[in-house]
């Protein structure tokens, strides 16, 4: 990537063509996407971003009389047409339509590079080109850059509405609102109370993804959440009820309780003669700002301004939010928990960044990635400035965060091919973020949390005592005690909670306190702020995104208990809470979202992705292009931590172990030797070590498996799961078992003439992709042995189990299809 930012300063464009969208995504856009009205149109413009090369005076290609977007438009349609067509006259000129003057730069054909001499001649116009001298200061802010790169704020990504995107911005309404009053009163007045829903429906039962996702998909779901929207709370209260004799909010049962709640702040505009109508204060854009900032201020408060670097902390963490650090005023940064003073938080562009350490660990990880690439950057070039590294540092972070939102977390959760084909930027589209989208659709993550925090070393063990997740909030101190490389392993080697309308107790009970105390229900937060929005209920929505809408509860849920819960609360289809309606969907085929909200979410990230002018996609060429879009989140851990054992999809945790208990026949007392296994996870190796295959292989004989065989997965010497064998002597455990990272013993428990004895193996699950295959068992049933060489009592451990590996090995020739172990570590 350094070669890339070379080549852009010394005119050399890198070469290769864009890589093309893989051929499995052949989802064609919705017909109903939400475009921007038809005076809006622009020309669309080419970013690829090389405008060094402007030695040339652009031509008016169109020959209106003026250069324009039009001129640039002009040459990419000519491109387009000659990249369908393929045709080449005699002699090897590619043709042109008559008396278009398309090859601005006389270089003999039609290329990017003549459609970005065009804009290089408007940003010149506009005064963006020139050598960039200094850094910014918040007195003077540098706008003298030669390439253009993404705002800040947001602004001018939609060159004929440059607003759009921009913080404080009204959020899109798609289905009509549904305020009593149809302009700001709150809606479901005649709904349950939103913590007796939360308390009918939302009672967590420890299920855990049927699809074994890991803990990454819910926090890097918040990361992209806090990155494109953020509503604040107002001034208007809006508590909600809490049920007479609630458990944990009324248990003297006074029934005055209630869950302390304000209405979201909205455009002051708008609420008194049209509908309420609340804002988004980030910018919309997926642009990094939960890293980067929203506004210039706080972007440049967050650099060092030497290097294009930005600021850290010790142990290369955030920087704190105190006076040292930022000694011309402090940023605002939420402390919801409030158990930390204001300075020992930690500072970042979004001011949710303490929220809970997992979350700080993501964004403190690219923090890390930009300031690695700003060294590759100027080490590439010596005469970079400050600002021209960030900026460059700071458009690969973007791109990949981009990458791999869209290629890996999209698709993990949402299925495959769920989101169309990217058929480049489109001008026409709004990519305003929905309030059905982020109220309700976007919180599906809450399902995932589960109750605790684990701190794992590279090989997935503990290295500290883990914590519950209600500690985990506003809590920089365990970030910095235990590091983030602890907390982004525990991440990728622990599976997420089913999505569903299920929820743990830390959020639905203690979220950020106990009852009384400040603590609230997530569940009931969620029902309660698309009521204050004046959201649409759930069929409404349903018809407003093109879908069918339902004629009963079964159309949503095919759980009869759910069914019956949900009539017993609403009485009727037409009037479900968006939120709660979305949650107990049965799942879309290969998906982990139902029907509903797949749609909102797929929505709202093909018009993040289409609108952006400067989308990855569109920014980036060749070989570029492909080293982004092969970054995987697990390259980027891997790159800015110490961590190497990690699977190559981070988002899935699918580890397992299985082998046969087969028969074995002995003429002396059996001893199982111990067969320690392990894995070495950044080669792809599996190892083990004592690992051999005796009997008489020999003599044409195969090992016969045995069933019904009582087989135990142990960990600390506390039975994780227990099965027994089928027909063929087979078992098998995996993440639903409860198998994780970690150091395991398989133990195969036999009946013998002198009672239950107990045969060990000892296993080691380092990352969230190993497969231990052919963890082979004798059984020791079907052994015999001479009177007068069966082990004494002294021989056995207590309870009358007999454990092999406290005993001396067996000579091999006494041993008949004792003992198979191997390893398969599949990717």
Known sequence: MALFW???RNGRHPSGKRKATPSNQQRTRSKTRRRLRTETLEARQLLAANIFHNEQI???????????????LTVINQMNRQSASDVVDGGGRQQRDSGRMTDVNNDGRDSALDALMIINRLSRERGRAGSPTQSPTPENPTDDLSVEYRSIDGSDNNLQIPELGTADTQLLRVAENDYADGISEPAGADRPSAREISNVLATDDGTISDRDMSAFVYVWGQFIDHDITRTPSGGESFDIEVPTGD????????????????????DTETGTETPREQI???????????????????AT?????????LKTSDGDLFPYNNAETFPDGTLSMDNDAGIFPDNELFAAGDVRANENIELTAIQTLFVREHNRLAEEIAASDSTFTDEEIYQQARAIVVAEIQAITYNEWLPAFLGEDTISRYEGYDSTVDPTIANEFSTAAFRFGHSLLGDDVEFLDNDGNEIADEIPLSYAFSNPEAVAENGIDSIIKYLASDPSSELDIEVVDSVRNFLFGAPGSGGFDLVSLNIQRGRDHGLADYNTTRVAYGLDPVESFADMTSDPQMQTKLEQLYGTVDDIDLWVGGLVEDHADESSVGETFQTIIADQFERLRDADRFWYQNAFSGSDLRQIEQTSLADIVQRNTDLTNLQKDVFFFDSSISGVVTAGVVTANPVA????TSITARSGVGTASDSKTKGDRDRGRDPVGIPDQVVQLVSDGEIIAETTTDSEGRYSFDVQDGLRTGQYEIHL???TEDGPTTTVQEVAITSGDVHLRNIHFPSIAETTEDDDQRPNDRERDQGGQRRHRDQNPLRSDLVDHVFAAGVDRLQ
Do not use: H, K
């Open 749 to 751: 428990i036999s009946d």
């Open 6 to 8: 070379a080549n852009r």
């Open 301 to 309: 408060a967050l650099r060092t301004l030497s290097g294009g670097q």
């Open 673 to 676: 030797t111990d067969a320690v």
């Open 58 to 72: 652009p031509e008016d290609v169109n020959e209106d009389g003026i250069v324009s977007a039009m001129d640039a």
């Open 247 to 266: 458990s944990y909010f009324d248990p003297l049962g006074t029934g005055t309780q209630t869950i302390s709640l304000t209405r979201s702040a909205y």
């Open 280 to 298: 988004n204060t980030i910018t919309t854009w997926l642009d990094g700002s939960a890293v980067y900032g929203s506004d210039d201020a706080t």
